[in-house]
Nanobody
Framework: QVQLVESGGGLVQPGGSLRLSCAAS????????MRWYRQTPGQERELVAE???????DYADSVKGRFTISRGNAKKTVWLQMNSLKPEDTAVYYC?????????WGQGTQVTVSS
């Protein structure tokens, strides 16, 4: 059974940092491209960051220079380091794994940026 389990969300003040983790099981993690999405109520899910199986990364313009995605294949984990957080970063953050037609989602972790 495939599982993606996110952790690391919480409440943080503007300008603060959080590190999200997504632990995968049940998939050949090394071969999967991994993404972080986020979603706020009433809005479509937004792609935040991506890291390919080969390690190439890409980011939404809104988070470039502030967020960093990385992966550890031995740990089957992908991380999202979020710095200089802004209130508009408040959302539920989802981990996503995909390879060809196969794609899987985590349950999401809430990030709230507020003073």
């Amino acid at each position: 059974q495939v599982q993606l389990v996110e952790s690391g969300g919480g409440l943080v003040q503007p300008g603060g940092s959080l590190r999200l983790s997504c632990a995968a099981s049940g998939i050949a993690f090394t071969y999967y491209d991994m993404r972080w999405y986020r979603q706020t109520p009433g809005q479509e899910r937004e792609l935040v960051a991506e890291i390919t199986s080969g390690g190439s990364t890409d980011y939404a313009d809104s988070v470039k220079g502030r967020f960093t995605i990385s992966r550890g294949n031995a740990k089957k984990t992908v991380w999202l380091q979020m710095n200089s957080l802004k209130p508009e970063d408040t959302a539920v953050y989802y981990c996503h794994a995909y390879r060809y037609a196969a794609n899987y989602w985590g349950q999401g972790t809430q990030v709230t940026v507020s003073s």
